[in-house]
C-alpha cells in the first residue's frame, strides 16, 4: 500500500509569484486535505476536498485554490506569493465515510522570499 | 482564537522517565481527541486517540487521560526512550461532516539518553 505523496519536497518563490504543490493520496482513500504549517506551530486547516468538490474550508484567502482528480490526486495553488506564505505545506487523505483518520504527507516546504 | 491550547511548548525527560504533556479545548461540541507524533521532515502520524465517553486510554506506552469535566485531556508517554523525541500535537474534532481537526501549537520533546 503506497502513503501519501507529495511534491516537490522544497520549494523557493519570490513574492508576487504563483506556486502549485501536488499530492497523491493513499491507495483506497478518496479525500484529500490540506493544512499549512508555521515554523513551531500545529497544521491549519486550508480545505478538503472530496470527489473533486470542496468539502470545506478554513480561514484562508481566496488566493489559495486547489482542485481534486478523478484518482483522487490533488493540487494547491496560491496565487500573488506573501512573506506569510512560507511554511510546510501538508496533504493529508482519507477514506471519507469510513475513518475518522486521516494519513498525512511529508509536505512540501514552500520559502518566499 | 486558539481553540486547543496545548502546553508545555517544549519538554526535556530523561530516559526512562514519564513525558506529560496537556491540552485545554473549550468548543464541547469536539467529540473526537487525537494525538500526533511528528518528526522533522516528515508529516504528524496518528499516535493515539480518544472519545469523551472514555476517561483514559491507553497503548503501549502511550496514555491519553480525558477529563470532560474540565475539557482537558493529556498525553502520558511512560518510561521516555529517545527515540521518542519529536514534536507532539494534539487535536480535537467537532462530531458530524468531514474530519478536520483543530491542533494544538505543538510540543517538542526531547528524551535525554
Known amino acids: 500500500e503506497t502513503g501519501v505523496t507529495q511534491s516537490p519536497t522544497h520549494l523557493i518563490k519570490t513574492r508576487g509569484q504563483q506556486v502549485t504543490l501536488r499530492c497523491s493520496s493513499q491507495s483506497g482513500h478518496n479525500t484529500v486535505s490540506w493544512y499549512q504549517q508555521a515554523l513551531g506551530q500545529g497544521p491549519q486547516f486550508i480545505f478538503q476536498?472530496?470527489?473533486?468538490?470542496?468539502?470545506g474550508r478554513g480561514n484562508f484567502p481566496p488566493r489559495f485554490s486547489g482542485l481534486q482528480f478523478p484518482n483522487y490526486s490533488s493540487e494547491l495553488n496560491v496565487n500573488a506569493l506573501e512573506l506569510d506564505d512560507s511554511a510546510l505545506y501538508l496533504c493529508?487523505?482519507?477514506?471519507?465515510?469510513?475513518?475518522?483518520?486521516?494519513?498525512f504527507g511529508p509536505g512540501t516546504r514552500l520559502t518566499v522570499t | 482564537q486558539q481553540q486547543v491550547k496545548q502546553s508545555p511548548q517544549s519538554l526535556i525527560v530523561q530516559k526512562g522517565g514519564i513525558s506529560i504533556i496537556n491540552c485545554a479545548y473549550e468548543n464541547t461540541a469536539f467529540d473526537y481527541f487525537p494525538w500526533y507524533q511528528q518528526f522533522p521532515g516528515k508529516g504528524p502520524a496518528l499516535l493515539i486517540a480518544?472519545?469523551?465517553?472514555?476517561s483514559e486510554k491507553k497503548e503501549g506506552r502511550f496514555t491519553i487521560s480525558f477529563n470532560k469535566s474540565a475539557k482537558q485531556f493529556s498525553l502520558h508517554i511512560m518510561d521516555s526512550q529517545p527515540g521518542d523525541s519529536a514534536t507532539y500535537f494534539c487535536?480535537?474534532?467537532?462530531?458530524?461532516?468531514?474530519?478536520?481537526?483543530?491542533f494544538g501549537r505543538g510540543t517538542s520533546l526531547i528524551v535525554h539518553p
Open positions: 480518544i472519545r469523551p465517553d472514555v
Open positions: 493529508a487523505s482519507s477514506r471519507q465515510g469510513f475513518s475518522y483518520e486521516q494519513y
Open positions: 476536498y472530496y470527489r473533486e468538490e470542496e468539502n
Open positions: 487535536a480535537a474534532r467537532i462530531g458530524g461532516g468531514s474530519y478536520i481537526p483543530t
